[in-house]
Structures are given as structure tokens and as C-alpha cells.
């Protein structure tokens, strides 16, 4: 399903731009191939409207550009693993007559994995990208920091330079969320929710967990004045999307509401790909709009 549950933002340098042909390109030139016998992983673009010969890779709609990675990963439990290895080394053992080695059980093990990993089951994972060349910045449905940087190695190996950083604000996020929540600031665009978490600006680990909770509540108010400030909270867009926003500026748990959903349901099965692209358009501009709507907030904080 292509409507993203995460977020993790990345700004590109102003002097730079994201030209549709060079991702075009990049893209293009790392299509996603099967790990081959000797291989535990790898990386590679799928077209985001599914499988299908002719699918192109990239999907591009007013600036706004759709890109689906695919991973393969290949299972090999440690108990299967450990369990080849004892049966290997007592053959060897027995055929030579004494007891192996560390250097030599060390170099079994690392045989003993590849003649398995042709055998090995595979485990796929699917991260949609999404880059808004007019505002020049990269959104990825990813919780993981690792996983988002992977991906955008991927194609800098490619592009050969993309100059990307988290977005950030000059001033911290947790502060700006603290003034919001102790002064019950009201802002129409986006509302408080119910859900928060607070760490001490000190002692990080200790930490303040609450949910179903009035985030601008007496018991709220105690903790922050005890030196605690908020580094997570739900908050409700007026369009009617919900998420939790992280001190780190990412976005988690992203939530649309079915009439945001359902806008788009008059689409025919075999209209897939229509579909597809009236989803991206639909979804890129309400969080288009929703990060506006945050921005704006914050810079006023």
C-alpha cells in the first residue's frame, strides 16, 4: 500500500537541484536483481506500480517523484547454521584424526554459510521514497535512520554526489514542543493529541511515557517544570492526519482519515495504476500541506 506510515525528511542544499532525468538515470541503472548463490543481500529500484516487463522505475507527477526500493535479505538461522557446522567439523575431525583448530573451526564456519545460503530462504522488504523537487527535499517511509541512509547511498553510487541532511530547525525541536505544550498554545491547522513522552533535558534516561493523557494537563505541566522536556507527541492535522512527531523530526505511526482514504475509491481493479497515481497526488499534498502547516507552527515557537 503506497500510503506512507513514516516519514524521515531530508533537505537538499539550496544551490542544488533534483533533476528528474539524473534520478531518471540512476535509478534506471540499479534495477533490482535476486541475490545470486554466494550473495546474503542486495538492493535494487522496482517500478512502484507493481510488476510488469514494461513498468518504468520512476513515476513523476507535477515535480513530485515516486521511486519503490526492494531488498532481499536471505534467512539463515544460527541454530541451522551451528547445527552444519558440528556436523562438518566431526567429519573433519574424525577423518583427520584430532580436534580442529580455532583458526581452522573459523574458516569451516565461513564454508559452511556459503554452501548454505543457496538453500536459505528469502526474506523481502519494500521502502517507498518520495522526492518533491520543488520544495528540494527527500521524504522516506522508513522509522530507521540505517535503512533511510542506504537507500540514499544507493543512488548517490549512482548520482555521484546528493547533498542531503536531515531537516532540522535552529532551534531544537524539544524545546519549541515544550513551549507548545506549557503555554496551551492553540493552533487551528494542527492540534495536540493525546499521546506524549518526556525526557529529562539531564538525565535522558529518565524518561516519561503518556497515553489517553490531556497533554496540557496539571500532571503534564509538573514534570516540565521539573526540568523534563517533550521529545515525542501525537499530533492531528486538520485534514485529518495523525502522527507522532520525534524531537529528531521525523514522523511515525502516520495516520490518514478514511475520508482522505476514500476519495479515491471509484478507481476499477484494472485501473491499478491510475489509481496509484491519484493516491501519490492525493497523499503528497495533504503531507505536503500537513508539513507546511508544522513548519509554520514551529518557526513561530
Known amino acids: ?35 545470486s548463490n ?8 522496482v517500478s512502484p506500480y507493481g510488476e510488469g516487463e514494461n513498468n518504468p522505475l520512476l513515476v513523476e507527477i507535477d515535480g ?3 521511486l519503490r526500493l526492494k531488498k532481499e535479505i536471505k534467512i539463515l538461522p544460527a541454530s541451522v547454521i551451528k547445527q552444519a557446522l558440528n556436523d562438518k567439523a566431526a567429519q573433519q575431525e574424525q577423518s583427520l584424526n584430532r580436534k580442529l583448530k580455532k583458526s581452522e573451526k573459523l574458516a569451516l564456519k565461513d564454508e ?18 518520495w ?16 535503512q533511510a541512509e542506504d537507500i540514499l547511498a544507493l543512488l548517490r553510487k549512482e548520482m555521484g554526489s546528493l547533498a542531503l541532511i536531515p531537516y532540522s530547525t535552529e532551534i531544537p525541536l524539544e524545546k519549541s514542543l515544550t513551549t507548545w505544550v506549557k503555554q496551551s498554545l492553540h493552533f487551528p491547522s494542527i492540534l ?18 503518556c497515553k489517553n493523557q490531556d497533554v496540557e494537563s496539571q500532571e503534564i505541566f509538573v514534570h516540565i517544570d521539573s526540568g ?20 529528531d523530526w521525523t514522523l511515525k505511526r502516520i495516520k490518514f482519515d478514511n475520508v482522505i ?4 475509491e471509484e478507481f476499477l481493479p484494472e485501473e491499478k495504476n491510475l489509481k496509484l497515481e491519484a493516491d501519490f497526488i492525493l497523499m503528497s499534498n495533504t503531507l505536503l500541506k500537513t508539513l507546511e502547516n508544522l513548519k509554520n507552527i514551529i518557526n513561530k515557537l
Open 192 to 209: 495536540l493529541g493525546d499521546e506524549i513522552e518526556l525526557k529529562d533535558a539531564i538525565e535522558e534516561n529518565i524518561i516519561v511515557k
Open 261 to 264: 482514504l476514500d476519495k479515491n
Open 38 to 45: 554466494i550473495e546474503s543481500t542486495r538492493s535494487g529500484w
Open 131 to 146: 522526492i518533491d523537487t520543488k520544495q528540494k527535499q527527500v521524504i522516506i517511509d522508513s522509522s530507521s535512520f540505517k
Open 112 to 129: 559452511v554459510y556459503i554452501d548454505l545460503l543457496p538453500r536459505a530462504f528469502s526474506k523481502y522488504q519494500f521502502v517507498w521514497l
Open 1 to 35: 500500500m503506497l500510503w506512507f506510515k513514516n516519514a524521515i525528511i531530508y533537505q537538499l542544499n539550496k544551490d542544488n537541484l533534483l533533476d528528474k532525468q539524473a534520478i531518471e538515470q540512476a535509478v534506471n541503472a540499479c534495477p533490482f536483481i535476486p541475490c
Open 228 to 247: 523534563k522536556q517533550v521529545s515525542k507527541i501525537k499530533l492531528i492535522d486538520e485534514s485529518g492526519v495523525s502522527f507522532i512527531l520525534n524531537r
Open 64 to 66: 513530485q517523484i515516486l
